[in-house]
């Protein structure tokens, strides 16, 4: 193969290479909005893992704060487990939420404290009762968030920690909606959910807006990935067992062919 022809072929494989980069840039027709910071997490790499302690400092921002707008449809309280709560903790925690369960032998529904295996009690009845409580906006199911929005984790911070309190200049805000420097076309109509000394922590974790950002944002990647750990395990044992097996391989076949020439 002459010069030319290879150096074609190189391009040819390199425009291959990146097609699919061209296909999955997301294309958003706003614009404004500015990339997710690239936040370090415990759980990064093929053997990172969850912070338990920040994953229970996650979930009591949502329970405190997140939870008054936004569902979570799909974890159960026993998921909680993983968190490291014991059962009677679980039990506890689910207790103190109320359900309506029924009907009874009476024909009647009633009201019993929650379960283990009940779903995290959700703050409106319906899509319609969310919309008419929030100006119109409906706030999304934070299960799967973390999965459902590019950049993931690292966007969720950004989120949380990208609100402006005015505006750039010519641009008008409507009434409930809020400025915000990562929110697809900038206008979001969460107002700030979080703030310095919100939450309290009882571990001596600093208060802050950015430490809430991180906690909350952590909690809800294990939420949408609960099971990451496992998978990274099993494709670690996965690749060292291809190692070993190549190894043997090469050894057997060094063997075999040893006295032909
Ligand atoms: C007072 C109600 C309220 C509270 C409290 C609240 N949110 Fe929201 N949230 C909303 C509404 C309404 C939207 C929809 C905004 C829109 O589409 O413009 C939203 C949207 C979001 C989105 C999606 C943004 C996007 O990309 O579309 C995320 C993520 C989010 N909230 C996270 C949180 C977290 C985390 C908390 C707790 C720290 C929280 N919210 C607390 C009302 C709330």
């Not at 100006?135 to 920690?161: E, H």
């Not at 952590?218 to 998978?231: G, K, N, S, V």
């Amino acid at each position: 193969m002459n010069a030319t022809r290879f150096a074609r072929l190189l391009a040819l494989c390199a425009l291959i290479g990146l097609a699919p980069l061209a296909v999955s840039t997301p294309s958003r027709a706003s614009g404004g909005e500015e990339k997710p910071q690239d936040v370090q997490w415990s759980f990064d790499g093929p053997t990172g893992t969850y912070d338990r302690a920040a994953l229970q400092r996650g979930y009591k921002i949502y329970r405190e704060v997140c939870v008054s707008c936004h569902s979570m449809n799909l974890i159960y309280y026993r998921n909680l487990e993983a968190l490291g709560y014991n059962e009677a903790q679980i039990k506890n925690i689910a207790g103190e939420y109320t359900y309506m369960d029924g009907p009874d032998d009476e024909g009647e529904m009633f009201e019993r404290p929650g379960m283990p295996s009940d779903r995290f009690k959700a703050p409106f009845a319906n899509a319609k009762q969310a919309a008419a409580a929030n100006n119109g906006a409906i706030p999304p199911d934070l299960s799967l968030i973390a999965k459902a929005r590019a950049g993931g984790p690292d966007y969720i911070f950004s989120l949380l920690t990208g609100y402006e309190e005015h505006a750039p200049h010519g641009h008008v805000l409507q009434n409930g909606q809020h400025w915000n420097r990562y929110m697809s076309g900038n206008v979001i109509s969460m107002a700030p959910p979080l703030a310095d000394g919100q939450v309290t922590y009882e571990d001596g974790t600093p208060q802050t807006l950015e430490q809430y950002a991180r906690d909350i944002s952590h909690f809800l990647m294990w939420a949408a990935d609960p099971y990451m750990e496992q998978r990274k395990q099993t494709g670690l044992k996965v690749i060292i067992f291809l190692i070993v097996f190549a190894g043997i391989m090469y050894a057997l076949k060094k063997k075999t062919w040893k006295d032909a020439h």
